[in-house]
């Protein structure tokens, strides 16, 4: 089961994917490489942050990446780069990705 979340199209051609409070963007150059040619893409989000002295900073980092399956659905998965050492070296990330979400939905029950 996936969990819920809510697509948009941005501005540019970019899709914008909101999950919980959190909140993604392909851009429009990959996009085309998923849809049309099955290709592995980045997923990014914007991060913003102001420093000591007052300055906004700016920047996008990839989050995660989608893939079209054979049935032509996409398929996203991420994980975070302190999450590493938290990988069993016997799964897959996929697997691990699996095993993470059942015990957060069992979590909030």
Not at 8 to 18: E, F, P, R
Not at 30 to 38: A, R
Not at 47 to 62: D, F, H, N
């Amino acid at each position: 089961m996936t969990e819920p979340g809510t697509l948009s199209h941005g501005t540019g051609g970019a899709l914008h994917i909101s999950v919980d409070a959190e909140k993604y963007r392909i851009e429009p150059e990959d996009l085309k490489n998923l849809l049309f040619y099955g290709r592995v893409i980045p997923i990014c989000e914007d991060r913003s942050r102001t420093t000591p002295g007052g300055i906004l900073v700016s920047e996008v980092a990839i989050e995660g990446h989608a893939a079209m399956n054979a049935s032509g659905k996409m398929k996203v998965g991420y994980f975070t780069q302190y999450q590493v050492e938290e990988l069993d070296r016997s799964e897959t990330p996929l697997q691990h990705m699996t095993h993470r979400r059942s015990a957060r939905r069992a979590n909030r029950r």
